[in-house]
């Protein structure tokens, strides 16, 4: 079968149970402090927010979870997600390395965000809860919340960055038809949102912002819970459901990827890919280079600093260590909203530290045509978001052709971009150009950060 293209398995080997890194990382992670106290919060100064079963996979060290059969059963609508080899960009690039992509675009609302959004949700109506309130920047993770409700029966309220709500009135459309309310944000149904509007009534928003709105509404209403699509560490596990099918997938390619790439906004897809194969090397296992890509415009990782920040704008969230630009780093309107944000998830934040993975940022022109590229060769057009990673694999594969290499490379196809269109026309237009942030508004907002001594 040396031609084969596609990698499938049977929906009775999707996995059972999700891996947690945090039983193998070298060096445990840094507390989560509490935003007034800067003492290490317990799982009791999270319940506000969110559901106690939630909470325990957020502080768990145990190295496998088990995934409830309820959520297993719903991971039969689109899992197993396929790994496909891309041969016919391997032969448009002519070269000796070998690509494959993991496709978590047949999701119902096509990205990998639905991996979370359905146990967040199952775990909520377990502990009674009967709405949620969430943010979303592409529209991906609001349409996955909103999907995820309407199969448990939970209320579902999206406060969508304003430039998202503006660009995509079809994803708008898609969370309304699954039964979702959709809120511009910044917006006046919060305090949160008010004080950013009364500053600058014309506020493009941005996810720290909505964020803040979010977790207001739970904080406010014992009835509310929050939910975040990306981030933290009970997202990171959930979306680890990713590697393991892959590693299962590689078996049956009779393959192993030397190289392992992902883009990351909050670091979630690039966690779920990642970390169970980062596992098995922290277990004995060969080492290969995992890749995070991130915008130019937005570059958490590779220019963000280490240190104890708040997940939001209006400083409502605990205090996380991770690479951040600092929560009032307000980026361009480049168009992948959902790597527009300040933070990185603190699990790929102390991965990153440890040396464990590696990071690099590219420009959205160069995104697009890459994804172009992939589009014309393998049929799929890529989200946004998830060009950076098609980028930086035709790079690799470029980088073999020149060292006349034949390694394995994969990458998280992360979503489709069938809603991202007008990204596209803009792009086939000449209209997207590439953004810069801003120098001194970064230094000024990487100076505001929390003074704490850790
Ligand atoms: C298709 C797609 N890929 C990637 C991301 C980035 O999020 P994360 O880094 O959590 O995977 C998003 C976020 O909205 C997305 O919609």
Wanted: overall charge negative; charged content about 20%.
């Amino acid at each position: 079968m040396s031609d084969q293209v596609k990698y499938v398995l049977d929906e009775d080997q999707i996995p059972k149970a999700w891996y947690n890194l945090n039983a193998d990382f070298p060096k445990p992670m840094p507390a989560v402090l509490h935003p007034g106290t800067h003492q290490p919060i317990g799982p009791s100064d999270l319940e506000p927010l969110f559901p106690m079963n939630l909470i325990l996979q957020e502080v768990s060290t145990e190295r496998y979870i088990e995934i409830p059969d309820p959520v297993r059963d719903v991971f039969r609508m689109w899992r197993p997600s396929p790994l496909i080899r891309a041969r016919r960009l391997e032969r448009l690039l002519d070269t000796p390395a070998k690509i494959y992509f993991k496709y978590e675009g047949v999701s119902p609302a096509g990205s990998h965000k639905p991996n979370t959004a359905v146990p967040q949700a199952w775990y909520n109506k377990e502990a009674g809860i009967k709405r949620l309130s969430t943010e979303t920047g592409a529209g991906q993770w609001g349409s996955s919340l909103a999907f995820a409700g309407s199969l448990f029966g939970i209320d579902v309220t999206v406060f969508q960055v304003r430039v998202s709500y503006d660009q995509k009135p079809y994803r708008r459309a898609l969370m309304e038809t699954y039964g979702a309310r959709c809120v511009a944000s910044p917006s006046n149904e919060t305090e949160a949102g008010r004080a950013v509007l009364a500053k600058d009534p014309n506020s493009p928003g941005s996810l720290g912002m909505a964020i803040s709105e979010a977790v207001e509404i739970a904080a406010k209403d014992p009835g509310v819970k929050y939910a975040l699509g990306s981030v933290l560490n009970h997202v990171m596990l959930h979306q680890t459901i990713i590697g393991e099918e892959t590693i299962r997938q590689f078996e049956l390619a009779n393959d192993d990827p030397d190289v392992v790439i992902g883009c990351a906004g909050g670091g979630s897809n690039f966690a779920g890919l990642c970390f169970p194969y980062l596992g098995l090397q922290l277990r004995g296992g060969r080492s290969r280079r995992f890749i995070a890509v991130e915008p130019a415009a937005c570059p958490t990782l590779t220019r963000g600093k280490y240190a104890y920040d708040f997940g939001d704008t209006a400083h409502l969230t605990p205090l996380m260590k991770m690479h951040t630009l600092g929560s009032t780093f307000m980026p361009p309107g480049f168009h992948a909203g959902g790597l527009r944000y300040h933070g990185m998830s603190a699990m790929v934040s102390h991965a990153y530290e440890l040396g464990l993975i590696e990071a690099r940022s590219y420009q959205q022109r160069g995104c697009f045509e890459a994804g172009v590229q992939f589009a014309r060769a393998e049929g799929i057009v890529p989200a946004p978001e998830s060009t950076h990673a098609v980028r930086c694999a035709i790079d690799e594969a470029l980088r073999c052709k020149a060292e006349g290499k034949a390694e394995t490379i994969v990458f998280n196809l992360s979503g489709h971009g069938h809603f991202d269109m007008q990204a596209y026309i803009n792009f086939f237009e000449g209209k997207l150009v590439d953004l810069d942030y801003d120098e001194a508004a970064l230094a000024q907002s990487l100076a505001d950060l929390p003074n704490i001594a850790a």
